[in-house]
């Protein structure tokens, strides 16, 4: 499993033409990329693989230049991102398009933002099109099968020499004119772990996401044409009367039909029959545009999505317009790879070698960060099974891999495990253990590599706060940390948006940082101040399983579902602070 996201990536490029690989990431671009990328606006997208083939089958000209992969079902790290932009940004700039997740919008936000620090012109677009919840929340609407209709118009414009600010544009409208409601007779299931939710023989999940969450509403099961216009009422329906699909007989419309995993090709046929039907013979609309196929999957799941697009002058002719991206209808023919290797000499990298810590503090900080990571791993299971029932079941892998790659860092280099030279660190590298800045600032390096999704990128902001408060003060007391400690946990929420309350990491770290400085204000012991602050994370980690989700992709599942399950970010939260508390002050 841990080798499956590369294998495939090397399959695919094996088996592909025109395209390369950057060696040490996952990311496929365009070989023609520097004869293109100053005279003609280039794209990236990508996200957590397991949606094959997006999103690096849609490379080619004509739509996506570059695609970054992630772990299964988790957003890739910023630095991935940030490779493949200066891999294919040139002087017509490029536009990053991106599903509307949280883990997705960060680290590709992080990656934009240090971009436009380098100098690089680039823009970004996030497409949220999802019509199965239509409650307003902080999570806003995810990103669905409509994400490859952006990257098509925006490509055939981009392949027109439009520039950069006219194909925002461009990507906006049509993210603002479509919609995207799925169906599922089953769930998928994460390599070796059981599916992420059960139906019943005769029921079936609608509104459901592209990472194995559970759905809007379960129904029973009808006949394919009962669903497929209970999904197209949905999807025009959205907002009511007046919202913004409701459409009127005569209008232009696109239709995408998208096989989410193992819908064989022939009930895809009967849906888009069914679809047809209804959209011309009822709705009177006029379809001047059909795709079918598997586009965005999630795994093996059982099951199609519908996408509908109001359709304006000249849009049809940019969809139908031809592209050699392998997996668009009518792909283009397949030759033997190039891989390149990635040299840059990018803030991410270290310099830091390792040594032993030779101070009381670094020494009891390396114990520290060795038994919170042991933790994190041994929990693994537990966290992985967490989040199957309220998320999309990568929330325990991607803390190991983060733990694992930090418990490599803290150990000589001769008795490693090879995460962190199996991620392309050098093999000397190191944390500053007797420096509190520098070794805040080396995790977040660590976890930016090491772990995608939602936990890395706040993990990455969380570290780089409390670094950033560090070289602010010279402040070395247990006080002083303890409210760097707390910036972190204030920038998560300034940067995840997530407030105590919210069903996530914050409401097991927000109060446990502040019991641990109100408790060392107080004049308390260390060790006691510690207890009181795990205790706190403990206490907000399970008070967790009771609380409606208001962030995160919790909030997207049905309470019935999640209500009794600990939110697996806050666990983690809580087993850290309590390996801290161990290591510190341990239980007589």
Same mark, same amino acid.
């Given at each position: 499993?841990?080798?499956?996201?590369?294998?495939?990536?090397?399959?695919?490029?094996?088996?592909?033409?025109?395209?390369?690989?950057?060696?040490?990431?996952?990311?496929?671009?365009?070989?023609?990329?520097?004869? !293109?990328?100053?005279?003609?606006?280039?794209?990236?997208?990508?996200?957590?693989?397991?949606?094959?083939?997006?999103?690096?089958?849609?490379?080619?000209?004509? #739509?996506?230049?570059?695609?970054?992969?992630?772990?299964?079902?988790?957003? @890739?790290?910023?630095?991935?991102?940030?490779?493949?932009?200066?891999?294919?940004?040139?002087?017509?700039?490029?536009?990053?398009?991106?599903?509307?997740?949280?883990?997705?919008?960060?680290?590709?936000?992080?990656?934009?933002?240090?971009?436009? $620090?380098?100098?690089?012109?680039?823009?970004?677009? !996030?497409?949220?099109?999802?019509?199965?919840?239509?409650?307003?929340?902080?999570?806003?609407?995810?990103?669905?099968?409509?994400?490859? *209709?952006?990257?098509?118009?925006?490509?055939?414009?981009?392949?027109?020499?439009?520039? +950069?600010?006219?194909?925002?544009?461009?990507?906006?409208?049509?993210?603002?004119? #479509?919609?995207?409601?799925g169906v599922a007779l089953s769930a998928c299931?994460?390599?070796?772990?059981?599916?992420?939710?059960?139906?019943?023989?005769?029921?079936?999940?609608?509104?459901?996401?592209?990472?194995?969450?559970?759905?809007?509403?379960?129904?029973?099961?009808? $006949?394919?044409?009962?669903?497929?216009?209970?999904? !197209?009422?949905?999807?025009?329906? %959205?907002?009511?009367?007046?919202?913004?699909?409701?459409?009127?007989?005569?209008?232009?419309?696109?239709?995408?039909?998208?096989?989410?995993?193992?819908?064989?090709? +022939?009930?895809?046929?009967?849906?888009?029959?069914?679809? +047809?039907?209804?959209?011309?013979?009822?709705?009177?609309?006029?379809?001047? %545009?059909?795709?079918?196929?598997?586009?965005?999957?999630?795994?093996?799941?059982?099951?199609?999505?519908?996408?509908?697009?109001?359709?304006?002058?000249?849009?049809?002719?940019?969809?139908?317009?031809?592209?050699?991206?392998?997996?668009?209808?009518?792909?283009?023919?397949?030759? @033997?790879?190039?891989?390149?290797?990635?040299?840059?000499?990018?803030m991410e990298e270290f310099d830091c070698t390792?040594?032993?810590?030779?101070?009381?503090?670094?020494?009891? +900080?390396?114990?520290?960060?060795?038994?919170?990571?042991?933790?994190?791993?041994?929990?693994?299971?537990?966290?992985?099974?967490?989040?199957?029932?309220?998320?999309?079941?990568?929330?325990?892998?991607?803390?190991?891999?983060?733990?694992?790659? !930090?418990?490599?860092?803290?150990?000589?280099?001769?008795?490693?495990?090879?995460?962190?030279?199996?991620?392309?660190?050098?093999?000397?590298?190191?944390?500053?253990?007797?420096?509190?800045?520098?070794?805040?600032?080396?995790?977040?390096?660590?976890?930016?590599?090491?772990?995608?999704?939602?936990?890395?990128?706040?993990?990455?902001?969380?570290?780089?706060?409390?670094?950033?408060?560090?070289?602010?003060?010279?402040?070395?007391?247990?006080?002083? *940390?303890?409210?760097?400690?707390?910036?972190?946990?204030?920038?998560?929420?300034?940067?995840?948006?997530?407030?105590?309350?919210?069903?996530?990491?914050?409401?097991?770290?927000?109060?446990?940082?502040?019991?641990?400085?109100?408790?060392?204000?107080?004049?308390?012991?260390?060790?006691?101040?510690?207890?009181?602050?795990?205790?706190?994370?403990?206490?907000?980690?399970?008070?967790?399983?009771?609380?409606?989700?208001?962030?995160?992709?919790?909030?997207?599942?049905?309470?019935?579902?999640?209500?009794?399950?600990?939110? @697996?970010?806050?666990?983690?939260?809580?087993?850290?602070?309590?390996?801290?508390?161990?290591?510190?002050?341990?239980? @007589?």
């Amino acid at each position: 499993a841990e080798k499956a996201v590369d294998d495939s990536i090397d399959g695919f490029v094996a088996s592909s033409s025109g395209i390369t690989r950057l060696s040490n990431y996952r990311v496929i671009y365009r070989d023609d990329v520097d004869k !293109i990328k100053d005279t003609q606006v280039t794209l990236l997208s990508g996200g957590g693989s397991g949606h094959e083939p997006a999103h690096a089958g849609f490379i080619g000209d004509g #739509m996506l230049t570059c695609a970054v992969a992630g772990d299964i079902f988790a957003s @890739p790290s910023p630095a991935s991102i940030l490779a493949g932009i200066r891999a294919i940004c040139g002087k017509a700039g490029t536009l990053v398009i991106v599903k509307n997740y949280t883990g997705d919008r960060l680290n590709f936000g992080i990656a934009l933002e240090t971009a436009r $620090s380098e100098g690089l012109k680039v823009d970004m677009v !996030i497409c949220g099109e999802d019509c199965a919840i239509e409650k307003k929340g902080k999570a806003g609407r995810r990103g669905l099968c409509g994400t490859l *209709l952006v990257h098509k118009l925006a490509g055939a414009a981009a392949r027109q020499g439009r520039p +950069l600010e006219e194909i925002v544009q461009l990507a906006e409208k049509a993210i603002a004119s #479509m919609g995207t409601m799925g169906v599922a007779l089953s769930a998928c299931s994460l390599p070796g772990k059981p599916a992420s939710f059960s139906l019943g023989s005769d029921e079936v999940e609608l509104g459901l996401g592209i990472h194995g969450e559970a759905g809007a509403r379960r129904d029973k099961l009808g $006949s394919a044409t009962e669903i497929t216009q209970a999904l !197209i009422n949905t999807i025009i329906g %959205f907002g009511g009367s007046d919202g913004y699909m409701a459409m009127q007989g005569g209008e232009e419309v696109g239709l995408v039909v998208n096989n989410l995993g193992s819908t064989t090709t +022939l009930e895809l046929g009967i849906v888009a029959k069914a679809a +047809l039907d209804y959209l011309v013979n009822e709705k009177k609309l006029k379809v001047t %545009f059909c795709a079918i196929g598997t586009l965005m999957t999630s795994l093996e799941m059982a099951g199609v999505s519908i996408t509908l697009v109001r359709l304006w002058a000249g849009a049809a002719d940019l969809l139908r317009e031809p592209t050699r991206a392998p997996a668009w209808p009518h792909a283009a023919e397949h030759a @033997p790879p190039l891989v390149r290797p990635y040299a840059s000499a990018s803030m991410e990298e270290f310099d830091c070698t390792y040594t032993a810590p030779t101070t009381s503090f670094g020494k009891t +900080l390396a114990q520290a960060l060795r038994v919170a990571s042991e933790a994190i791993i041994a929990a693994e299971p537990q966290l992985t099974e967490m989040d199957r029932i309220v998320g999309d079941g990568d929330c325990g892998l991607t803390l190991k891999e983060g733990a694992s790659a !930090i418990l490599d860092a803290v150990t000589e280099p001769t008795c490693r495990a090879g995460h962190l030279k199996r991620m392309g660190f050098p093999e000397g590298l190191g944390l500053a253990l007797d420096d509190p800045k520098e070794c805040a600032l080396g995790l977040s390096k660590v976890v930016q590599r090491a772990m995608g999704g939602t936990s890395g990128a706040l993990y990455r902001i969380f570290f780089s706060a409390i670094a950033r408060f560090l070289a602010g003060q010279e402040d070395r007391s247990p006080l002083g *940390l303890a409210k760097a400690l707390k910036s972190g946990w204030d920038a998560i929420s300034k940067y995840g948006g997530a407030v105590v309350g919210d069903r996530t990491m914050v409401d097991a770290g927000a109060p446990s940082a502040a019991a641990l400085v109100a408790a060392l204000e107080a004049g308390k012991p260390l060790g006691d101040a510690l207890a009181d602050a795990a205790a706190k994370a403990d206490a907000g980690a399970s008070a967790t399983a009771t609380m409606h989700a208001e962030a995160g992709r919790s909030s997207y599942i049905s309470e019935d579902v999640i209500k009794g399950t600990c939110d @697996p970010g806050a666990k983690a939260v809580a087993l850290w602070m309590d390996a801290l508390r161990q290591v510190v002050a341990p239980s @007589p």
